[in-house]
Every structure is written in C-alpha cells, then in structure tokens.
C-alpha cells in the first residue's frame, strides 16, 4: 500500500514551491492532483498544478462519486479523487488539502502522516499574498480569515514545519519521508 504524506498550510505560505521542489528529489513519491473549480494562474497546467474544471464538471464527480474529499476552500471548490490517489501506482503519495481535507482524509486512511506548514509569523502570510500580487483584494481578505482558522488546526497534525526557509523547509520534508518509510 502506497503510504499518504497529506500536507497542509495556510494560503501564502509556500506549498506549492516547496512541494514541487520536494518531488523530483524522493524517488518513489508522486504528487496527487487534485480538481479545482478556481481559473488557472498563469504558469500553473492543467493536469500537472490542478484539474481544471467547471463548476458543472465538479458537480457530476461529485454525483458520480469520484472523489475521496472534496471542500470548499476560499472561493472556490477543492478534490482529491479516487483516480489521483490511483494514478501514483505503487508509488508514495503527497496530497497537499486544506484542513478540512485533512480531516476527511485522517478518518478515512487513519495511517496516513499528516504535516503542517507554518509561516514563521502570521504577518508574512499578508506581505507574501499583497506583494505576489495574483489574487484580488477581497481574495487575498478571504484567505487571510481562512488563514487565522487553519492556523488554530496546526497542532491536530502529525508533524509541523515552519518555513523560514524554502530550501531548509524541503529538506526536512524529505528527511521526514524519508523516516517516515524506514
Ligand atoms: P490554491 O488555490 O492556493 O491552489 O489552494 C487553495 C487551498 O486549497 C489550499 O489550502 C490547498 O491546500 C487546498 N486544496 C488544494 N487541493 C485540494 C483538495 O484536493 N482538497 C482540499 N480539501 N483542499 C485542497
């Protein structure tokens, strides 16, 4: 059985950088890609960042009942479907999810090691979500108040990492895998 790594953080803390930083360095470990209603960013593919898809499409997998875990995070709506957990084969799985993804994919797969990625403090989520400039005003408002709620769950994960630094950060999460499969 392949092992579940699930990662969560609040907005603006770094996920993405580092967990596609993380990937290429641990043999074995494949990241899950999850469906999204939210537009693409620019630099993001569809298929390898996000499933893209409407609002309409999300609606039929979730009656089709292709998802593991699905939320409504921020403005938009979130996945993980059964396929994305296939689609590693026997290889390890990263799943990066909000909060309440990782609650969902707790009670479901409970051995799945669970990790939470903290800013070093609260006010850099702010500097880092203004200043990258890619989300609205009241987007970027929306997160931070999702931000404040999503911090407070930090302590019911297995693991917590605070981010001062990109390469160091990526580098305790391998060593964490890497413990982790021993
Ligand atoms: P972003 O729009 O910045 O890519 O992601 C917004 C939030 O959605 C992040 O907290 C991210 O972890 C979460 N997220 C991404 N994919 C999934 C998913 O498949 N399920 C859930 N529950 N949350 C997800």
């Known amino acids: 059985m392949p092992r579940l790594f699930v990662v969560s953080g609040p907005s603006g803390v770094g996920k993405s950088t580092i967990l596609r930083k993380l990937v290429p360095r641990v043999p074995g470990l494949s990241f899950a890609v999850s469906h999204t209603t939210r537009p693409k960013r620019a630099g993001e593919r569809d298929g390898r960042d996000y499933h893209f898809v409407t609002d309409e ?26 396929e994305a957990l296939r689609a590693g084969g026997t290889d390890d799985l990263l799943i990066e999810v909000d909060v309440q993804g990782a609650d969902a994919l707790r009670e479901q797969v409970p051995e799945a090691v669970t990790i939470f990625i903290k800013p070093p ?14 989300e609205s005003g009241p987007e970027v408002e929306k997160r931070l108040e999702t931000a404040t709620g999503e911090m407070r769950r930090a302590a019911s994960y297995d693991h917590r990492i605070t981010n001062d630094r990109v390469e160091d950060t990526v580098e305790r999460l391998q060593e964490l895998v890497e413990r982790v499969r021993e």
């Open 57 to 82: 499409e999300f609606d039929r997998l979730v009656k089709e009942g292709a998802f593991v875990e699905w939320a409504r995070v921020h403005l938009h709506r979130y996945g993980t479907s059964k």
């Open 121 to 134: 403090a609260f006010e850099d989520l702010e500097t880092r979500l203004t200043g990258r400039g890619r």
